[in-house]
């Protein structure tokens, strides 16, 4: 496999530096002069992928180094950009930040290496003059064999004050100024939690975008950043993305895709069609019941918080999804799913609403970040994914808290014996009970594709 898709890295020396707005600019801009764009979010991040694939027109994938591997994130990249004319690849954090403290893992900066991007550094210049200076060079000298081609100064004050900065940097040899973004010039982006609301054509419609796109046009250089994005070098990766066997008859999955429940990795999605499984998606909050003839249900994440009333109202497919999960067939919940097979939530206004209860504890809401970060998960038996002693790898971020542990009776058990990136202790998860499994964990099983065959095994009865 072989790619010479141009690519440009997007990062910024921190969080809140405006690297979103940023990356949707230019992916705007760029598709107003009619390439075609291909994104990726570095990270483990399901809310800014639905933003770049609104502005891109297609998918956006997640590129993480510490959740699939180098050899994983390069095969995806030549996977997704076959088509396209440029790829732009946000950042995540700061540029160096990732999963750990003393190493690229995770990083900006290590897939910025590994697909062998120039990086534009997006600086909050407000209250900066020469002092940009110092804070780029630090940046570029960092990791001496990171290329750092540009610099975007956001939320300037004045087109004297970015002209001041673009002569700072010159005067010390520095990576250019390639764009001096003003405050208020890009459209403001509604947030929730510590990241963005997921996107849609009523938040993100075709004015927002128009104008992020203009904003880039008229306060960078676009030409220039292109420039920049030619200069990535021939990508190469022995092998395709997957390696499928010999079809067998296609596995239908019901899969939960509505308001309440979206967030999917498309690579993971991806990845079950290519070993033969049909995808029929269905909506527990309007539907009023499950579509025939499915082997599997998939239940992801999202914001049954938020549908909780009209989820608990919908009896019917209540019912629907309680008998499919008590006839043995295979259903998966992670994070919002889990709490749809929970007893119930108990939201923020501490009013309780009914869910299917397959899961013998119920969850509720809390108004603080209940957990957050990667966590490598050995099974310690044999379930969905795998055998005992298989591992995969994801992340964990939600504000909700399971009010019991489903394992007290005896009569479900925990699969998972999980690792927080940051922390030695093992803790008990994955609760799995038959062919039903449920975890408050986003796994990335794509990269993992022994799990991805064992799962449709399963689905089949082979298992």
């Not at 990356?23 to 990726?40: E, H, N, P, W």
Request: net charge negative; hydrophobic share 40%; glycine share 10%.
């Amino acid at each position: 496999m072989i790619s010479s898709c141009p690519r440009i890295v997007v990062a910024g020396a921190h969080s809140g530096v405006g690297k979103t707005s940023v990356t949707l600019g230019l992916v705007a801009a760029l598709r107003q002069r009619g390439l075609r764009v291909q994104a990726f979010k570095v990270g483990p991040d399901y809310l800014d992928p639905t933003y770049l694939a609104l502005a891109s027109g297609r998918p956006c994938y997640n590129v993480d180094g510490w959740m699939t591997g180098r050899e994983y994130i390069r095969r995806l990249f030549i996977h997704a950009s076959a088509d396209a004319d440029i790829a732009v690849i946000e950042g995540v954090m700061g540029l160096f930040d990732g999963a750990d403290s003393d190493t690229l893992a995770g990083s900006t900066a290590e897939a910025a290496l590994w697909l062998d991007a120039e990086v534009l550094l997006v600086v909050n210049v407000h209250g900066l003059a020469r002092s940009i200076a110092a804070l780029v060079k630090g940046y570029a000298e960092f990791e001496p064999e990171l290329k750092l081609g540009g610099v975007i100064a956001n939320h300037c004050g004045s087109e004297r004050h970015g002209t001041g900065l673009a002569e700072a940097l010159a005067s010390s040899r520095l990576p250019e100024l390639v764009g001096a973004v003003p405050r208020g010039a890009l459209p403001r982006l509604p947030s929730r939690h510590l990241g963005l609301v997921t996107a849609d054509g009523t938040l993100l419609d075709a004015t927002i975008l128009n104008g992020l796109g203009d904003a880039l046009e008229r306060h960078a250089s676009v030409d220039r950043i292109i420039e920049k994005a030619g200069s990535a070098g021939e990508l190469k990766e022995a092998g395709p993305l997957w390696k499928p066997r010999v079809s067998e008859r296609s596995v239908k999955i019901g899969l939960a895709y509505d308001r309440a429940f979206h967030f999917y990795y498309p690579d993971n999605l991806e990845a079950l069609e290519a070993y033969g499984c049909e995808l029929v998606h269905f909506s527990p909050l309007s539907d009023e019941a499950l579509p025939t003839e499915l082997d599997a249900i998939y239940l992801g994440g999202g914001y049954p918080e938020e549908f909780a009333e009209p989820l608990a109202g919908n009896a019917t497919m209540l019912d629907s999804v309680r008998r499919f999960a008590e006839s043995g067939k295979p259903v998966y919940a992670e994070c919002g799913g889990l709490m749809y097979l929970s007893e119930g939530i108990e939201t923020l206004d501490r009013k309780r609403h009914k869910l299917v209860g397959l899961l013998p504890a119920a969850t509720r809401m809390l108004d603080r970040l209940k957990s957050l970060g990667y966590v490598e998960v050995t099974l310690a038996r044999d379930s969905l994914f795998g055998i005992k002693g298989s591992q995969l790898r994801g992340h964990e971020f939600h504000y909700s808290e399971l009010t019991g542990d489903p394992t007290v009776e005896g009569e479900w058990t925990a699969s998972y014996r999980a690792v927080h990136r940051r922390s030695d202790a093992a803790v008990a998860e994955g609760f799995q009970r038959g062919n039903v499994l449920a975890s408050y964990f986003h796994l990335h099983f794509a990269s993992r594709p022994e799990a991805v065959e064992h799962l449709v095994a399963v689905c089949r009865g082979q298992r």
